[in-house]
């Protein structure tokens, strides 16, 4: 679960609406159908004469990402099982390593596994993967498009509600009482295109881009990880290769690891 996500939203709300609380603003004019319609059914319109179907569909499996994220391996993990792997390796050559596919949950990595230990030439095999890379990079781009756009579509179509709400309150102006509730009324669409495109959609397509972006760094590392071991590396060149994706506190963090398991191993 994605937390950050949920206290996003409950903060974004509530700074909404205790907002308009503070400043006098009555929430009850919130409840405005004609405003909801303008900004939810208008920017869902918007979206499917800018997008294809295909792309579409994808809406509900993109949401849940964002509250979901995919389970992805940890670099840590990631790094501790190339060192097996190299070491398997080095110890009884690749072919050994045909044991270790069908432990493999990450289709990328079982791919890339099944190739080198085919025998296909390192170049080739480094190809494939970087082209499987830019098309999932391109798909990524796509979903996180999706929510970008409704974003700049949501405050427009907001300033849109507005006209027609002071249209529909300047046709009739003998209740001047009457007159400022419309006009109130009127700008609610103009907050639920803003909020919506600000505290919803644009940040939304910012975390799809960020999920997208741990996901093709992780599988960057699987290409070096096994072409490293396509190459016969030994394990500690292995080890500071795939160091580089790791933050400084995750280095210390893998040592510390590694350095306790050698006292367990040595007591």
Do not use: C
């Not at 900004?39 to 004469?49: H, N, R, S, Y």
């Not at 003998?174 to 644009?202: C, N, P, Q, R």
């Not at 990880?225 to 963090?253: C, D």
């Amino acid at each position: 679960m994605e937390k950050s996500t949920f206290i996003g939203i409950v903060l974004g709300f509530a700074a909404v609406l205790v907002g308009m609380v503070l400043k006098g603003a009555p929430l009850h004019n919130l409840a405005n159908p004609a405003a909801f319609m303008i900004i939810i059914v208008g920017t869902a319109a918007a979206l499917f004469i800018g997008f294809p179907m295909s792309e579409i569909a994808k809406f509900p499996t993109l949401l849940k990402l964002v509250f979901f994220s995919p389970k992805l391996p940890s670099r840590q993990n990631l790094i501790g099982m190339f060192d097996d792997w190299a070491s398997v390796t080095r110890r009884e050559g690749l072919l050994a390593l045909e044991t270790k596919v069908e432990d493999i949950e990450d289709p990328f990595l079982k791919n890339g596994m099944r190739m080198i230990i085919d025998g296909n030439d390192q170049d080739f095999v480094r190809e494939v993967l970087l082209e499987d890379i830019a098309a999932t990079e391109d798909r990524h781009k796509a979903g996180a498009l999706i929510f970008t756009q409704a974003g700049t579509y949501a405050p427009t179509l907001g300033v849109l509600g507005a006209v027609v709400g002071l249209i529909a309150a300047l046709s009739d102006m003998s209740d001047m009482e009457k007159l400022a509730h419309a006009i109130a009324g009127a700008f609610i669409a103009t907050l639920l295109g803003i909020f919506t495109g600000y505290v919803l959609w644009h940040p939304i397509a910012n975390k799809l881009k960020r999920i997208s972006k741990r996901e093709i760094q992780l599988k960057l590392m699987m290409v070096e990880g096994l072409l490293s071991i396509q190459s016969g590396v030994s394990t500690i060149a292995i080890n500071q290769k795939l160091s580089v994706y790791l933050t400084p506190k995750e280095r210390i963090q893998m040592q510390e690891s590694k350095e306790g398991k050698l006292i367990e191993q040595e007591t």
